[in-house]
């Protein structure tokens, strides 16, 4: 079980206290967005090695999308804080439906990976990429102000870095006044 805090819940599926799951994310959402990217570039260019680019991006978007699933899917199932959350069913159902527009857009482009960003893969992509960035808000949800695996220490060893600054002083020693983001 998850170890609660202060202010938020250890991650069971961590590795020194650091969650897998916050850390293996990027890689799917990498990998997915940047498919859309190279949709767009083949668009652009009419170049088939960006059609080829983006089937490989969505194969390795799925692969490593069930990667980061397993430690989120862990932390899930052991951390009845997470499974108490709406934010958490919403984030997960969300992703799930993500891979299978992935794996549908996989096969849209399994015999033409031009002709098939031309017909729906454009369109998939482009769904996957709206909801990945909201599964993602829903991630930083369940991080942030959930405390899902983001939890402050508050150590000696951990307090010597954290640092109060005076937003007064920083502003001055660039030449601004505070507050007001000009020169």
């Not at 992935?102 to 893969?121: E, H, S, T, Y």
């Amino acid at each position: 079980m998850g170890m609660y805090h202060r202010h938020g819940v250890q991650s069971t599926a961590a590795i020194a206290g650091h969650p897998l799951h916050h850390m293996l994310i990027v890689f799917p959402v990498a990998f997915l967005i940047g498919a859309l990217g190279t949709d767009i570039a083949f668009l652009a260019v009419q170049d088939p090695f960006w059609a080829l680019v983006s089937y490989w991006l969505l194969i390795a978007g799925i692969a490593t999308a069930l990667v980061a699933a397993v430690p989120g899917l862990i932390d899930f199932v052991t951390i009845d804080r997470v499974r108490n959350v709406w934010v958490s069913w919403a984030h997960m159902v969300a992703n799930l439906v993500v891979v299978a527009l992935a794996l549908i857009n996989v096969g849209v482009r399994l015999d033409d990976p031009a002709a098939g960003v031309q017909g729906w893969g454009i369109w998939l992509s482009g769904i996957q990429t709206v909801l990945l960035l909201f599964s993602g808000w829903l991630g930083g949800e369940l991080a942030y102000r959930y405390g899902i695996g983001a939890i402050r220490d508050y150590s000696p060893k951990a307090e010597q870095f954290h640092v109060e600054v005076d937003r007064v002083d920083v502003a001055k020693s660039y030449g601004r006044r505070s507050g007001s983001g000009g020169v």
